[in-house]
């Protein structure tokens, strides 16, 4: 992708007290955009609220104008490998040694794409 771009965040909040639940960060340039990090406090997490979140996120970034989005994504994060599947994205390549490990050992990420409408 392009360097520059905007970048869209979008925040998921509880009602009352306006509790920070969770973030998602991408950025556009379109008609691409990458999700740079999506993330729910642990202790609000399996509760669909990644879910309502990402729905958000992609419908905004698809209003200005993404059609291509990727991501990349630790090929052991089940829980996140989970939701982007339930939004359509696909692996479409692999970058051995990607992330670094608090063990000094490097994990691989799996680079994911989907197509908005
Ligand atoms: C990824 C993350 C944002 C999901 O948030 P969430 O609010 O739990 O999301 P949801 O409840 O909408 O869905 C999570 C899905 O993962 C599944 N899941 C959760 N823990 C799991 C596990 N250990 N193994 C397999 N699946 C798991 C849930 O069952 C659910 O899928 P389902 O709806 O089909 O049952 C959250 O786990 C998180 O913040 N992780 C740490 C940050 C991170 O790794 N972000 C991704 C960076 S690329």
Known sequence: ???????VADVALDGPGARLLGFA????VPPEGEILT???DAAFRRHGVGGILLR????????????????EVDEGNAPALKLYRRFGFQQVG?????????????????????DLD
């Open 1 to 7: 992708m392009a360097a520059g771009g905007d970048i």
């Open 25 to 28: 960060i991408s950025r556009t």
């Open 38 to 40: 999506i993330a729910v």
């Open 56 to 71: 958000e996120h992609l419908a905004r970034i698809a209003a200005k104008g993404v059609k291509t989005l990727f991501l």
């Open 94 to 114: 692999v970058r051995a040694g990607y992330y670094a490990k608090k063990d000094g050992s490097r994990a691989t990420a799996l680079v994911m794409r989907a």
